[in-house]
C-alpha cells in the first residue's frame, strides 16, 4: 500500500508539476503523511515546501486544509494549483459572500483536493463543525512560526491550531516554516502538540544567491548603478529604514527611469496594495520598502534584495535577502553600509528601554550582523554558522570570495585613534576626534583647547576617509562604544589590551566597491540567457505577460522563469519535447504548448 501511494507522488510530481525528480526531503516528508505522520518542516524560502504537501493532498483521499497567515496570497496560489489542474480554493473574509458557502458544499461532496483558509476562519465553531462532515486528507500550517511568540511574526490565532490535534487525531498534519532559530523551533512543537511529529530539517544555505555587502559613499548612485549594471527590468526589493527614505528612494529611482514604488506602513492600504498589485502582476518592478513588505510575498522571481540601511540582526537580513531567488535562478543580495550605520544602530541599542536581558540579546544580534558586514572571509560561511550549519569550503558566491578583501595592519592607526578618544576625554563623536587625529584647526577643536593633547596631529598619514574606516571598524568590532545622547564613542574593556601593545590588528582596506564590480561583472543585460537568445527570452516573456493578464493572474502562474529558460535552452519544436520541460504538467501542455511552440518557432 505504502509503496503504491509513493508511486503515485510521483506520478502526480510529473504530470501535475511537470519535474522529474524530489529535493530532499521533500520525498520524506511526503512519505511521512502518506503514512498519516504527523510532520515538522524546516525548510529554507525558495527550498520547495509547498509540494510537501499539495502532493500527498492530491494523492491521499479527501480534501487538504492549508492554513495560512498570507490571505493576499491565497488567490495566487489557488491560482497556480488551477493552472496546474488541481481542483484548489481559498475562504477568508476578503471572499464575496456566497464564495465560501460554494466551497463548504464543494469539500462535503469531496470535489476539492486543497483549500487554502485564514487561521481566524478555521477556528470557528462553525468551521470546526463542517470540517467535521468533510473528509480531510492533513493539515498543514504554513508559516508555522507564526506560533511564536519568541519569533518576529506572532499571530494570536495561530495559538488556537493546537485544537486541530485533539477534534481531528486521526488526519496528519504538517507543519512549515522557515525560520531557523532553535527557541523557536521549540515553540512551535510545543504549542502545536507536535512532539510525536518526524522532523525534517534542509540545510539553509540558498547557493543562488550572491551575497555583496560593499561600503557606502554615494548610497543611490550605488544602488543605481548596481540595478542597471546586473539587474535592468529585473523585479527587485529595496529595503529602507525609514518611511521617508523609502519615499525619497522610489521616487529618485522612478526619476531615473525604473518602475520603481513605494511601500510602508504610511501609505493608504489602497496604495499598498496596488503598488503590491504592480510588483506581482508587472515584469521588471522594484519596491522599495521597509520591513512591512516581504511576509506576503511569494513571488518566486525577485532577482535582487538591496539594503540602503543595515539590518539589526541576521535573522533579519537573512529573510529579507531570503525573498530573492525563490525558484532557484541566480539572484543578488545586495548591501551598502557605513560609519553611520554603525553608529546609528549602537546609539538606538544603547537607548533602548528594553530590559536588561533583552538588551544583551539585541546587542549580541547586532554585533553579529555587524561580524558579517566586516567579515574579511567567506559571507555564507559565516551565515550558515550562525545557523549552526557547518560549510567547509568557502562558497565563491559571494564578494569576500569573488574579489578576496585585502587587510592592512592597523595596529599602529588603532593605537592613535583610540588613545586620541582617551585625551579628548570620551566625550566626542567621531568626526571630532578624526579632526584632532589629522591635526585640524576647526572651531570645535580651539573651542575645547585640543591643539594642545599629546594626540594632535598624530594621524596626518591617513585620510578622513581612511580614518573613517579605521573607526567604523572598530566600533563594529567593539573596540569603541557609542553613547546613546550624541553618538559619542568612549573606549570598551576590549581595546585596553590594544592599547598596551598586547594585541595586534589586521583592518579590511576599503575599495571602491561599485566602480570594481561593474568591471567584474561587465555584463549590461541580466538576461539569465546568453546574448544570441535574448530576443527569443523577450519574446517569451511577452507571451507569458499575455497569457497572464487574459487571465488576470500574475506571470509566474503561467510558467516560472526557470521554465522560460529551460525553453530557450532546449527550444522544443514539438508538443513532446514541450513537455519534457522542467515545469510543464499535463494541464499546462495542453493550455499552453502550441502558443509558445509558436513563438520558440518565429525566433
Ligand atoms: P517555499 O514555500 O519553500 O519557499 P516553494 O514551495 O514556493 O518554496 O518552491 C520554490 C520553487 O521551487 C518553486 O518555483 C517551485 O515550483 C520549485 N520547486 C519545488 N519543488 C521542486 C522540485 N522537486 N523540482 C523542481 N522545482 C521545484
Ligand atoms: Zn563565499
Request: aromatic share 8%; proline share 4%; with cysteine.
Amino acid at each position: 500500500m505504502r509503496k503504491m501511494m509513493m508511486q503515485d507522488a510521483y506520478k502526480v510530481l510529473e504530470a501535475v508539476f511537470g519535474y522529474t525528480t524530489f529535493r530532499s526531503p521533500q520525498d520524506d516528508v511526503i512519505n511521512a503523511l502518506l503514512q498519516s505522520k504527523d510532520a515538522f518542516v524546516l525548510m529554507p524560502t525558495g527550498g520547495g515546501k509547498s509540494l510537501c504537501y499539495q502532493i500527498p493532498a492530491i494523492v491521499r483521499d479527501g480534501v487538504g486544509i492549508v492554513i495560512s497567515p498570507l490571505i493576499a496570497l491565497m488567490q495566487d496560489q489557488v491560482s497556480a494549483m488551477s493552472q496546474a489542474g488541481v481542483k484548489a480554493a481559498c475562504m477568508n473574509s476578503s471572499m464575496p459572500p456566497g464564495h465560501n458557502n460554494e466551497v463548504e458544499r464543494q469539500a462535503r461532496k469531496g470535489e476539492l483536493d486543497l483549500i487554502y483558509i485564514a487561521p481566524e476562519r478555521l477556528t470557528l465553531p462553525q468551521t470546526i463543525q463542517w470540517l467535521n462532515e468533510c473528509q480531510i486528507s492533513l493539515f498543514a500550517i504554513d508559516e508555522a512560526h507564526c506560533v511564536s511568540q519568541w519569533g518576529h511574526d506572532f499571530r494570536a490565532d495561530y495559538l488556537q491550531l493546537s485544537l486541530l490535534h485533539e477534534q481531528f487525531p486521526h488526519v496528519p498534519r504538517v507543519a512549515l516554516t522557515a525560520t531557523a532559530d532553535s527557541k523557536t523551533r521549540e515553540e512551535i512543537i510545543a504549542r502545536l502538540g507536535l512532539q510525536q511529529a518526524a522532523v525534517f530539517v534542509s540545510g539553509f544555505d540558498r547557493p543562488n544567491i550572491q551575497y555583496r555587502i560593499a561600503q557606502k559613499n554615494q548610497p543611490r548612485q550605488q544602488l543605481l548603478n548596481f540595478i542597471q549594471q546586473e539587474h535592468l527590468s529585473d523585479a527587485g526589493v529595496v529595503y529602507c529604514l525609514s518611511r521617508n527614505k523609502v519615499d525619497a528612494t522610489a521616487q529618485w529611482l522612478s526619476a531615473q527611469g525604473l518602475k520603481a514604488y513605494p511601500y510602508h506602513a504610511g501609505l493608504s492600504k489602497e496604495v499598498r496594495q496596488q503598488n503590491q498589485e504592480r510588483f506581482l502582476k508587472e515584469d521588471g518592478v522594484i519596491i522599495v520598502a521597509t520591513i512591512a513588505f516581504g511576509m506576503g510575498i511569494d513571488k518566486p522571481d525577485v532577482r535582487f534584495v538591496a539594503h540602503l540601511d543595515l539590518p539589526k540582526s541576521i535573522e533579519a537580513y537573512y529573510q529579507e535577502t531570503g525573498r530573492a531567488g525563490r525558484d532557484g535562478q541566480p539572484s543578488t543580495a545586495w548591501m551598502v553600509y557605513g560609519l553611520e550605520d554603525v553608529i546609528k544602530l549602537k546609539q538606538m541599542m544603547a537607548g533602548s528601554e528594553a530590559n536588561e536581558q533583552f538588551k544583551r540579546i539585541e546587542q549580541r544580534k547586532l554585533d553579529a550582523m555587524l561580524g558579517l558586514a566586516e567579515i574579511t572571509s567567506c559571507r555564507r560561511q559565516m551565515l550558515m554558522a550562525y545557523f549552526g550549519d557547518t560549510m567547509e569550503e568557502p562558497c565563491g558566491n559571494c564578494d569576500c570570495c569573488l574579489t578576496p578583501v585585502i587587510t592592512w595592519d592597523g595596529t599602529d592607526a588603532a593605537r592613535k585613534a583610540l588613545s586620541c578618544v582617551f585625551r579628548t576625554g570620551q566625550r566626542f563623536g567621531v568626526v571630532h576626534v578624526i579632526s584632532v587625529l589629522r591635526g585640524k584647526l576647526t572651531d570645535k577643536v580651539t573651542q575645547f583647547n585640543h591643539q594642545n593633547v599629546s594626540t594632535f596631529g598624530i594621524g596626518a598619514e591617513l585620510s578622513e576617509s581612511q580614518w573613517r574606516s579605521v573607526f567604523r571598524q572598530l566600533i563594529a568590532r567593539g573596540y569603541l562604544n557609542v553613547n546613546f545622547d550624541h553618538g559619542q564613542v568612549y573606549l570598551s574593556e576590549k581595546s585596553r589590551a590594544l592599547l598596551k601593545g598586547q594585541e595586534t590588528i589586521a583592518l579590511r582596506l576599503d575599495t571602491n566597491a561599485s566602480k570594481k564590480k561593474s568591471s567584474s561583472s561587465g555584463k549590461n543585460n541580466s538576461a539569465p540567457v546568453s546574448s544570441d537568445d535574448i530576443e527569443l527570452w523577450e519574446a517569451l516573456r511577452i507571451c507569458r505577460k499575455r497569457l497572464a493578464d487574459e487571465q488576470s493572474v500574475p506571470p509566474f502562474v503561467i510558467f516560472h522563469d526557470a521554465t522560460l529558460k529551460d525553453m530557450v535552452v532546449n527550444k522544443p519544436s514539438t508538443l513532446q519535447q514541450f513537455s519534457m520541460l522542467s515545469g510543464v504538467g499535463k494541464k499546462k501542455l495542453d493550455k499552453y504548448g502550441d502558443e509558445f511552440l509558436t513563438v520558440l518557432a518565429n525566433a
